[in-house]
């Protein structure tokens, strides 16, 4: 498979590899986390603002961020 490189010039989040290294720590984790850093500062971080940005119930963002909790994050 070919790596496809974009020139990056905006819109574009650079953050640590910490947590996406993290072996026991769940996919769905590592994703909300990366989502949730790729927001600005003044967005609404609430469950339901969370799970506006996906398919993902409030129950299930909850328990994500329970998880995330136990990681300490």
Do not use: C, Q
């Amino acid at each position: 498979m070919a790596i496809i490189r974009v020139n990056k010039t905006d819109d574009y989040t650079v953050i640590s590899n910490a947590h996406l290294k993290e072996k026991d720590m769940s996919l769905k984790a590592k994703g909300l986390l990366s989502l949730m850093l790729s927001l600005p500062d003044d967005w609404d971080f609430s469950v339901s603002g969370l799970a506006s940005l996906s398919k993902d119930s409030k129950d299930s963002v909850t328990k994500v961020l329970a998880e995330l909790e136990e990681f300490k994050y």
